[in-house]
């Protein structure tokens, strides 16, 4: 912080640094009736000062920086989504200077975008890669824009003889993704599970195959959420080394898309999640083992009495992944005939 001196008149008097002109350093000088009160008005020209100089950038060039600022934290899908909205989204806003930003520049930027057939979804995150990159250097400024409603989603879960017909129908790597995926496994998990991770019935599921910002396939240690990082039972899937399933969450995707228009089955792969979670609540299975069983994360959702006392109920534990075990396994026999 800026010293300030005494002048004769009993006044005080600080300096700061504005600029330089014809090689020479050009000071401000602030003077006040105490010393403290001189200080704070150096202070806070150095403070807006420093503060101008970054706002003086464009959305554009705010954007950017905040990618390369946070491309060490990001997860490389979320990292690739930016990186495109950033190439193909928002072209309108990257000239505007921040500072000259407008609640109404933003709102026209949503309805164009909504013209363009964009998603809400698409639109919503387009918004707040725009928010988060401005308020990375005007934080006070807050915009008021109204946003295209949330769809209201509907999952469908299958049945369970769309679920035999399925497995009836398929082998190998789809056939092994199908029966993991009624357990409640994402794709990305199915394609980052090794035969190492598998031990006694009882698999450790630890990472997620997910595409980075170069469009590759890529095998990630850090699991979705954290209550991702979990241990399922799961079938016979026969011995091995590696991969479990040796193709990648796209090619799943594909696959079972064609599998499920042959059958004239109408659901996507993720829906075996949905059937999972259906199947444990018809079994009567408590939300908090069908929670830590799928890998969603419960953060937020349970008191702590339940969060500490709950999840060192192991037995009961052990009788509710008994209780649905029993019931997926029906899959495993029928698929063996």
Known sequence: MPKAKKLPSGAWQTYVYSHTENGKRKYISFTAGTKAEAELKAAEYKANKKRQRYVDITVGEAIDRYIESKSGVLSPSTLREYLRSAKHDLDELRPKKIKNLTSEDLQLFVT??????????????????????????????NYRVSLPPKKVSRPVSPSDEAIQALLDNSQGNLHKAI????????????????????????????????????????IKERPKTEGSDR????????????????????????????????LGISIRFHDLRHYFASTAAVLNIPDIYTADFGGWSRAGNAPVMKSVYQNNIKSMSDYYADKLEEHLQKFDRKSAT
């Open 179 to 218: 029966l993991l995926g009624i357990r409640g496994m994402r794709r990305g998990e199915i394609c980052a599970l090794m035969y190492e991770d598998i031990q006694d019935g009882f698999a450790h599921i630890h990472a997620d195959m997910i595409m980075d910002s170069d469009k590759k396939w890529i």
């Open 112 to 141: 164009h975008l909504t013209i363009e057939g964009k998603s809400e979804k698409t639109i919503r995150n387009n918004m707040a890669l725009v928010r988060a990159s401005v308020a990375l250097f005007q934080p006070d400024i």
């Open 231 to 262: 241990t399922i039972r799961v079938p016979d899937l026969g011995q091995g080394t590696g991969r479990v399933v040796t193709c990648t969450p796209g090619v799943i995707t594909n696959h079972f898309a064609r599998l499920r228009d042959k």
